[in-house]
């Protein structure tokens, strides 16, 4: 897959051969883009076109202001990838800053589709582009000058339930991370490099790694967590804490730390990949610390017993 950046001084080259072209931010990758990005590539292999994604960088409702962060569920470099496995030819990303927040509907298609010689666009019924999001799929084709097909792609639901990017960031943050993969059609995971952190679990029989993330992910619930961790080659069983450590009095930022099953390797500075798979409970304040101990020999054989039931007893499983 060829990835062309798209800035103010970009020159467009047409697409000799014609594209069809999806257009879409499409957070997440989800089930909903995934059919709209399958059925784009079903309609260039029937014309005998090249297949392309048009997409933004950043999150358009990021620059909006509509999100207090920059928070992911897809990170950029993870959306290239899924998009090269899925098979497309190529992806066009518009840097999304001042200039294209203030790109009247037309000047939009006129710069950034018609150059590239496109023969069909494949969008969702809710695509808006252009200033103050005027442009609409009742526009898109007229402001092609009628040179292109379009098909759009209807509301998608599972279990009665719409699939979108808002939804999937409402299962994050509410720790509901079983039922992301009814929407995403895959596991929750989040990326980051081991450092070092105040050593109290090794000091209680629970060593964890403390994860700084490789990018500004959407974080779940403050609890624990039953996930599949990724490190050296190998997957693991884990356990992983989200929050702020409340019985030792700790005041700072949401802290991420995973407790690897029977793991006594040194993996500073490695990197380190979470599936996040189950809640077991919220986060909360003990007594002491025989308290603390206690439930977490509790959340550990919840999690073997996970594993154990998934029939997925992972590598160093006892």
């Known amino acids: 897959m060829k990835v062309v950046y798209i800035k103010e001084d970009t020159v467009l080259k047409p697409i ?17 883009h995934q059919e709209l990005i399958k059925k784009n590539l079903d309609i260039a292999k029937e014309k005998g076109i090249k297949s392309g ?11 909006l202001g509509k999100h207090e962060e920059e928070s ?23 840097h ?22 496109v023969k069909h666009v494949v969008s969702g019924f809710d695509f808006h582009y252009g200033e103050k999001g005027k442009g609409t799929i009742d526009t898109l084709v007229k402001d092609g000058n009628h040179s292109f097909d379009l098909t759009v792609i209807n509301e998608l639901k599972v279990n009665d339930t719409k699939i979108s ?28 490099i081991v450092i070092h952190g105040f050593k109290r679990g090794r000091e209680l029989g629970f060593p964890t790694a403390n994860i700084d993330m ?7 619930k403050t609890g624990v967590y039953i996930v599949k961790v990724h490190v050296l080659g190998e997957d693991y069983m884990g356990m992983c804490n989200v929050g702020l450590n409340p019985t030792f009095n700790y005041k700072g930022n949401k802290s991420i730390e995973v407790n690897i099953l029977n ?4 993996i500073y500075n490695e990197k380190l990949e979470i599936t996040w798979l189950k809640k077991i409970r919220d986060e909360k304040k003990f007594k002491n610390i025989e308290e603390l101990v206690k439930q977490l020999k509790q959340d550990r054989k919840k999690v073997r017993e996970f594993f ?5 007893v992972l590598k160093f499983s006892s």
């Open 263 to 266: 793991f006594e390797k040194d």
């Open 308 to 312: 154990k039931e998934e029939n997925k």
């Open 16 to 32: 000799e051969e014609g594209i069809s072209l999806a257009v879409g931010f499409f957070d997440g990758l989800h089930l909903a």
């Open 53 to 63: 994604v048009l997409t933004f960088h950043p999150n358009p409702k990021y620059v």
């Open 96 to 117: 999304f800053d001042e200039r294209i927040i203030r790109i009247p509907h037309q000047s939009f298609v006129e710069s950034f589709i018609l150059p590239l010689n």
């Open 165 to 192: 990017s808002s939804k999937i960031r409402e299962y994050i943050q509410e720790g509901n991370v079983h039922k992301i993969i009814e929407q995403l059609g895959r596991h929750y995971k989040t990326e980051g």
């Open 214 to 220: 490789f990018y500004q992910y959407v974080i779940p």
């Open 72 to 94: 992911l569920i897809t990170p950029h470099n993870l959306k290239i990838n899924l998009l090269d496995l899925m098979g497309v030819d190529f992806l066009f990303v518009i």
